[in-house]
């Protein structure tokens, strides 16, 4: 039997709202075809006019932009259920580049398909509105990270913020042991921070024995002190599971 490629988006989905066996039943029906992408692979770049929105289905997406000094500045990241590219059904020209960051698995959707559902489906148009909301709400996060949060206070929230994220859908277990493919280069270009800050950011949160960090996993040793560490509170993701 082919697998249910359109699983990892109602895992997702159901992680903020209900979603009724109509609307499961429309995103069964979506045609997606699959893509592999490598480490750094742009799967939209600035000034695409793309036809399909992109499903992330294994590994992990950010969106980013190139600034005149010519650094990248990571504004998102994303995991399996989210899409990413979304805004494309409704704004035809990409105004900033999306790429992989390890290797990955992408479901191409076509626009079509997506704006059929949403006719069909005014609880399912509305449940991807939520999503699109939640996703405004941890770009503001984020804002708060680069601008007003110290080094160790903005590292421990981002960390949280994924973490939460990855459990909400299935990707932590009980050892709260994350597969992540990020290197310290992908949090200096999310944070706004330089590698050697960030390198002792995460030895401080390492030596608070927080967390172990080792290259493509993170494992949270002490949950509530990695939250207060970070001034985190999850309301901001909208979660009616964790």
Not at 159 to 173: D, M, N, P, S, T
Not at 221 to 226: A, I, N, S, V
Request: with cysteine; net charge negative.
């Amino acid at each position: 039997m082919a697998p249910d490629l359109s699983a990892p988006l109602l895992r997702k989905l159901e992680s903020i709202a209900v979603v009724p066996d109509a609307d499961k039943a429309l995103l069964r029906g979506l045609r997606i075809t699959t893509r592999q992408l490598a480490h750094g692979d742009n799967l939209v770049s600035v000034g695409d006019t793309p036809h399909f929105s992109a499903l992330v289905i294994t590994g992990m997406l950010c969106r980013y932009d190139v600034v005149e000094s010519g650094t990248r500045q990571i504004m998102s990241f994303h995991l399996p259920g989210d899409i990413p590219d979304l805004q494309s059904v409704f704004l035809s020209t990409m105004d900033h580049s999306v790429a992989s960051i390890g290797p990955s698995t992408v479901g191409l959707i076509p626009h079509e398909d997506l704006q059929r559902a949403f006719e069909r489906s005014f609880h399912l148009t509305s449940v991807m509105w939520r999503e699109t909301l939640i996703d405004s709400a941890i770009f503001r996060q984020w804002i708060g990270n680069i601008g007003g949060r110290t080094a160790i206070v903005a590292m421990a929230h981002l960390l949280c913020e994924l973490v939460a994220r990855g459990r909400a859908i299935g990707l932590i277990k009980d050892d709260m042991r994350f597969r992540l493919p990020l290197i310290q280069q992908d949090l200096a270009d999310a944070l706004g921070l330089s590698l050697v800050h960030i390198n002792r950011t995460l030895r401080q949160l390492r030596r608070a024995g927080l967390i172990v960090w080792e290259p493509g996993s993170l494992t949270v040793l002490d949950w509530e002190g990695l939250q207060k560490a970070g001034d985190f509170d999850p309301s901001y993701l909208h979660l009616v599971r964790d």
